[in-house]
């Protein structure tokens, strides 16, 4: 039954963590493209045109009837959001290396407690890959599951200890 406890301590500091981030960051580092998009959609081709906004009336393949048109602001907004998104992946990275190392190297704090914060950090820097991932091409997205896969096996093997 101790062990379930510990178990359960430990998931419960690794969504902790990774909620406190998250919180973190709509409190202190907002999403600007809240701003970029406008309060009310636009309904009309004018509308949509003078916001930055561009209406959409074909989605490619065929012609949208009427009533289906509509006003996409993604060409504007996108360059935001990607800087936004870019930034919040590194500073998810940087948080969760911190956090990792911490969970690993931390010596007088409660083993299910250093397991919490190793989890914690692997969501968070999950939760910074899916930031930034639509915004990556499919040869960067495999360099950046690479390099997170070589680091966690590195940090694995340096701290084997840890694991045992």
């Known amino acids: 039954m101790a062990t379930i406890k510990k ?25 600007p493209t809240q701003e970029c998009y406008p309060k009310m959609y ?9 916001g930055g906004g561009e209406w959409i009336t074909s989605d490619g393949r065929w ?4 009533g289906m ?7 504007k907004c996108n360059p935001v959001r990607e800087k936004y998104s870019r930034n919040l992946a ?24 250093t397991a919490g914060f190793v989890g914690g950090a692997l969501l968070i820097m999950v939760y910074g890959t899916i930031s930034y991932w639509t915004h990556l091409g499919d040869q960067l997205r495999f ?22």
């Open 90 to 113: 590194l500073i998810s990275y940087i948080i969760g290396i911190a956090l990792l190392l911490y969970g690993i190297k931390g010596k007088k704090i409660a083993e299910q407690t």
């Open 69 to 75: 048109e509509y006003c996409d602001y993604n060409k």
């Open 143 to 164: 360099f950046v599951v690479l390099a997170l896969f070589g680091f966690l096996i590195w940090i694995g093997n340096k701290y084997k200890d840890y694991f045992k």
């Open 7 to 31: 178990h359960i301590f430990t998931i419960g500091i690794a969504v902790l963590a990774l909620a406190l981030v998250i919180y973190g960051f709509n409190t202190f580092y907002p999403d």
């Open 42 to 50: 636009s309904n009309d081709k004018s509308s949509c045109t003078n």
């Open 63 to 66: 012609k949208m009837e009427e």
